[in-house]
T-cell receptor, first 112, second 113 residues
């Protein structure tokens, strides 16, 4: 069974731009969560989707948004990028909200 | 979710058992203990979880004290590839935080030849 895939793996943007990251969950998994990892703050929860509905949201500004499609694939969007948004963005999928989360390799975003 | 406390770093000799402790003294009755690890620059990897009974799988064993205030992850025969950051997470079994994992700083385990 294929694992969680994230695209792109690496991305360089400049301040003020926006970015969209994509996550394809493990086949059969219906829950997708997003996390941001930085050296200073560690791994922080962004949001969680289940059956195309956002169930949970972390403490991030409204510039961070996401959505989930009917095939369980998910995207997250960051608008008006700031230097501090440079991070590894991780997606995790599970069969449902209570299941073990399996992480993808992440997207490394650099904001210049 | 309850907070967890882990040592910042630990060393282990290759081939020996690695015992990683975690304190979660404020855990409530319906919260699970989860362990993940993250090898440098990769996504976290699920290891094991438990509620109150000891658990074992092909990767590790999880020992939870009777009062559930602490637990120990055991890697029975550590290899160099087990060098990673290990996260102990207490996770709600229901409610609005159900799907959320709250990561702490974890324990950096270094396995030496």
């Amino acid at each position: 069974k294929a694992g969680v895939t994230q695209t792109p793996r690496y991305l360089i943007k400049t301040r003020g731009q926006q970015v969209t990251l994509s996550c394809s969950p493990i086949s059969g998994h219906r829950s997708v969560s997003w996390y941001q990892q930085t050296p200073g703050q560690g791994l922080q929860f962004l949001f969680e989707y289940f059956s195309e509905t956002q169930r949970n949201k972390g403490n991030f500004p409204g510039r961070f948004s996401g959505r989930q499609f009917s095939n369980s694939r998910s995207e997250m969007n960051v608008s008006t990028l700031e230097l501090g948004d440079s991070a590894l963005y991780l997606c995790a999928s599970s069969w449902g909200p209570g299941g073990e989360q399996f992480f993808g390799p992440g997207t490394r975003l650099t904001v210049l | 979710d309850a907070k967890t406390t882990q040592p910042t770093s630990m060393d282990c000799a290759e081939g020996r058992a690695a015992n990683l402790p975690c304190n979660h003294s404020t855990i409530s009755g319906n919260e699970y203990v989860y362990w993940y690890r993250q090898i440098h620059s990769q996504g976290p990897q699920y290891i094991i979880h438990g509620l109150k009974n000891n658990e074992t799988n092909e990767m590790a064993s999880l020992i939870i004290t009777e009062d559930r205030k602490s637990s120990t992850l055991i890697l029975p025969h550590a290899t160099l590839r087990d060098t990673a950051v290990y996260y102990c997470i207490v996770r709600a079994a229901g409610g609005t935080s159900y799907g959320k994992l709250t990561f702490g700083q974890g324990t950096i385990l270094t396995v030496h030849p």
